[in-house]
Nanobody, 123 residues
């Protein structure tokens, strides 16, 4: 079990940028597992945003391709999500979590050990 803590959210105008971080404060993020970000807007279902597997394979939701960048620093047990060209529809609570071993998660239900989330508001 790993405890993850997200940070970096906030208020930003459309077109702005934020950098989200996700640190392990208990245990470590086993590099054999995929890790990723998902989000949930008020009144909506959870939505996978981006993920990275143990080989560095990246995947992005169509809605964020070309605007968001996921990266991981296993030496620091930290996951990042760079959010650029933000839109109002990106407003949501963003969570990081651990995915399955060795592959990208197929659905958000495959994520475990999510953090408490960090709010991103674009307005």
């Amino acid at each position: 079990h790993v405890q993850l803590v997200e940070s970096g959210g906030g208020y930003v105008q459309p077109g702005g940028s934020l950098r989200l971080s996700c640190e392990s404060v208990s245990g470590y993020i086993d590099p054999r597992y995929a890790v990723g970000w998902f989000r949930q807007a008020a009144g909506k279902e959870r939505e996978g945003v981006a993920a990275i597997d143990s080989d560095g394979l990246l995947t992005y939701a169509d809605a964020v391709k070309g605007r968001f960048t996921i990266s991981r620093d296993d030496a620091k047990d930290t996951l990042y999500l760079q959010l650029d060209s933000l839109k109002t529809e990106d407003t949501a609570m963003y969570y990081c979590a651990k995915g399955p071993m060795g592959r990208i998660p197929r659905t958000v239900d495959e994520y475990k050990d999510r953090g408490q989330g960090t709010q991103v508001t674009v307005s």
